[in-house]
């Protein structure tokens, strides 16, 4: 049976049933029916038939003329198999048993028919799948499907197969309880859908190419988000081993879930703080059931990229406020706007040689108050709402940092003027991502009341790398002696300062890292929601003195690969799941 | 006396290079069609409908396939003798 090989973003197996996001024009608004509505969806089903005949005939009298025997040849086929009898009542026996409705029926049939094609052996009869498809459209056409199916209508559990998807709609689809995981056609494996896959812990694997052609939906598929495999139709040895898998992480899994009422605590008492990274306010509900206790970054700028125009004022503070009133009176972290021109709507931005190191974020935002300002005036205003607090992405001096406060002050004076309720001395943070404000964590932490550092970006300026170019890609690594000194050091330099030190990078929820970590002294850890339980369950599985002593030993090392073969160890030695 | 139905069966081969694609399938239909006998073709084990272009596509017969004609009616003897000419000529395309 067909075992295909994505990218694999987001580990687990699952096995389930498919439901393929339509990606052609018409569109299903309804799959299944009521019992009684059989027979009126049958009699659509047979209309559609004649109608479609109908036109095919009069197509081909109107074309033959014009455009030569090939496309009467097309359309003389079509007028045949359209009065075929046997496609019409297979159609409706699946109205009949399976409730499906007469445009959906279609299309479950007419999909699998076209993927027989995919099968022949003949590339000239593998390209009829495309008249197939034709015929396809015409009946859809004429069974009256117009609007596009919810993304929301999750009715039973499924494994999503779309040519791609936002992660909104990943959101929203996780939302319905019922998605089991998803196979798309493109991305990447630092997509954006990569990271919210993972963040939710559903399983997926991306860039497969043309899975959506491959797969129908009511296709039994086993997904692999660990080892970018997909399998279409399992065969029986291969189901009994899939299952086998799916019912141990399940296991595992529960086991975790029962963790999150219980403290993230050492065995001799040492306290963690895990917080949730977020993209979405939606996404805040997740954290909170995975047992966080704040969230320590949310990223804004889907707001910057859902439309024509750069999010107003209010649209912003909804937003805000939203996330605030979700998550209660636990911390929220709002991160600025950290976009680069490119990304930002309206922007009259030029091309830059190099955006990695140009106009993006911060220094983007003070040059551009008239977008700054609202931004910070919508966080101040949703301040009234719960903890929030103020991140500034990407500084590298401290007159940056000193610039951003001071705009934050202009408009905290504004919005008193204008009668807000707001907290007057919200919490300032600034993210520890270039090496420059690693190397000056001290002088930053003085003017500031927290530090988080974001080790994605931290580590590709450190060690040089872009790490969505796939020729240097596998140099990136949080394990690298450099990295891991330069950490330390940031954490010794402000341990003594009254200043809260927090990573809501990556490698923060990466759970073979978390020894390293309270070993190094870190004490808040802000992550994807999927990974608190895993963290949590080694924080509560080691002494502070296991840490320490992990700590020494791993500075010793000179290579990356000596880091992570000892920390994985390490790391198994307290949690075998690991 | 009851009119003695027929089961005739023949061995045809796709010269067509294309195979048995949507103009064969087309002609092969309408001839079928004219004759009352049920009619099935065979690629190895896959038996199909002679009467529905749907599962004549799906025969996915390629260029040399050796394929069975089966017919069974009164009319058998003449709708074999006639399908079989048509893969003999190509199906008048090519």
Known sequence: MPLKRGIGVSSGVVVGTAFVLDTEEARISKRLIRPERAADETAIVERAFEAARAEVVEEREQFAARAGSELADIFGFHEHWLADQKPRHEIISLIEQKRYSAAYAISVFMRRYRRRFAEMSSPYLQERAKDVQDIERRLLFHAGAETRIGVEELEEPVIIVAHDLTPSQIVKLEGSKNLLGFVTDLGGSTSHTAIIASGLGVPAVVGLEDVTRQVSTGDTLVVDGLHGVVIINPDPPQLVEYNAQAAHQRTVRAALAELRDLAAETKDGHRIELLGNIEFPSEVTHCLEKGAMGIGLFRSEYLFMQQDEPPTEEEQYEAYREAALAVGDKPLVIRTMDLGGDKIPNANWEVEKNPFLGLRSIRYSLQHLGMFRPQLRAILRASAHGDVRVMFPLISRIMELRQAKFVLSLVAEELEEEGYEFTQKIPIGVMVETPAAAICAKELARECDFLSIGTNDLIQYTLAVDRTNERVAQLYTPADPSILRLIHGIIRDTHKLDVTLSMCGEMAGDPFFTILLLGMGLKTLSMAAGNIPRVKKIIRSISMDDAERVKRRVLSFETEREVLNYLRDETRKVWEEA | ?94
């Open chain 2, 1 to 94: 006396m009851q009119p003695t139905t027929k089961h005739v069966e023949a061995e045809v081969r796709v010269l067509n290079s294309h195979g048995l694609h949507m103009r064969p399938v087309t002609e092969f239909v309408v001839m079928a069609g004219k004759f009352s006998s049920k009619i099935q073709v065979a690629n190895g084990k896959q038996v199909v409908d002679g009467k529905s272009p749907m599962d004549l596509m799906l025969l996915g017969a390629t260029h040399g396939t050796v394929l069975r004609l089966i017919a069974e009616g009164d009319d058998a003897e003449g709708a074999v003798a006639a399908l079989s000419k048509l893969f003999e000529e190509r199906f008048h395309v090519e």
